[in-house]
């Protein structure tokens, strides 16, 4: 994420609403979290709705990908928070 994407979140601009988390190739991405422009950013802001990857380490990826392969299954998105300097995102596999 970009200083000013962080700077939308501590200002709670951010909305987990219809997103979802996919495993590619190996990696986590969300897809659909509406993070709102910062208000002084400027040329600074991103896309509020792009694709961000997701720093997970390869046991927790492995976990994720054996809950995903249960018959009917996602990840969804259910609380951002921060951590010390980090921000954390927390998911659930939902049955669709």
């Known amino acids: 994420m970009t200083g000013t994407e962080i ?3 501590r200002n709670g601009k951010v909305n987990l609403k219809d997103s979802y988390a996919v495993i590619k190739n190996g990696e986590a991405f969300v897809y659909g979290i509406h993070i709102s422009p910062y208000e002084q ?6 896309d509020p709705l792009r694709t961000r990857k997701l720093l ?7 976990r994720l990908i054996g809950m995903v392969q249960q018959k009917g299954y996602s990840l969804v998105p259910i609380s ?5 300097n980090y921000i954390k995102l927390e998911l659930r ?4």
């Open 41 to 46: 950013g400027n040329i600074q802001n991103k």
């Open 56 to 62: 997970l380490n390869r046991r927790e990826i492995n």
């Open 7 to 9: 700077k939308s979140i």
């Open 80 to 84: 951002l928070y921060f951590k010390k």
């Open 93 to 96: 596999h939902w049955k669709r």
